[in-house]
């Protein structure tokens, strides 16, 4: 079974704070995303990347930044958080093919204060 | 940008009744899926439909597609207690990208 890690269920930050969101997965996915939830709102998309190094932007990027240095990681940075980010993190693989198929991680709720 | 929007946004049901959701969506698509979510963690994939296909099955759930209308349903039927989950349609068109709708969220009473 495909596995899609989070590093952290629960996170609080601190406005200000550089914060860093971990996803490894274990099937050799070529795609990984991260999403955000929010009420009302459904699963936006932040950034998605095909390839290591490779990254393209989403729907609402701004205030994030991503790495992609080994095929089974992809990080989320926020590089100087806000209370307008809290928000569940939603980290995502796909195969490259004609499925789209998306396997999801377990989602990191993120509390800034 | 949000493609799809389900319809309703909220469902009660009692146990052993069937449930049907709603999705529609605004341009081409190459495939429309559907995701399960239990409160609180991330989404499951249930089941994927094609452009050219019209309905498909996976044990109690059924999917049909309508590209003309751009729309799609879900039925699940003889709902169980842990059927209660949010449900989300996705839909497909290039470069790997999904678009999410925003869920419905069903509840089933036992």
């Known amino acids: 079974d495909v596995k899609v890690t989070q590093s952290s269920r629960y996170l609080v930050k601190r406005t200000g704070e550089k914060v860093f969101l971990e996803c490894v997965q274990d099937m050799d996915h070529e795609n990984m995303f991260w999403y955000r939830q929010d009420p009302g709102l459904g699963l936006r998309l932040i950034y998605f990347?095909?390839?290591?190094?490779?990254?393209e932007k989403g729907d609402i990027p701004e205030g994030y930044s991503v790495s992609r240095e080994k095929k089974e990681r992809f990080s989320l940075i926020l590089e100087s958080a806000s209370t307008n980010q809290t928000s569940m993190y939603l980290c995502?693989?796909?195969?490259?093919?004609?499925?789209?198929?998306?396997?999801f991680g377990p989602g990191t709720r993120l509390t800034v204060t | 940008s949000q493609q799809g929007e389900e319809d309703p946004q909220a469902l009660s049901i009692q146990e052993g009744e069937n449930a049907t959701m709603n999705c529609s969506y605004k341009t081409s698509i190459n495939n429309l899926q559907w995701y399960r979510q239990n409160s609180g963690r991330g989404l499951v994939h249930l089941i994927l439909i094609r452009s050219n296909e019209r309905e498909k099955h996976s044990g109690r759930l059924r999917v049909t597609l309508d590209t003309s209308k751009k729309s799609s349903s879900l039925l699940i039927t003889a709902s169980r207690a842990a059927d209660t989950a949010s449900y989300f349609c996705?839909?497909?068109?290039?470069?790997?990208?999904?678009?999410f709708g925003q869920g419905t969220r069903l509840t089933i009473n036992p």
């Open positions: 996705a839909t497909g068109k290039g470069a790997q990208k999904l678009v």
């Open positions: 990347s095909y390839d290591v190094k490779m990254k």
């Open positions: 995502a693989s796909s195969i490259t093919g004609n499925s789209y198929e998306q396997y």
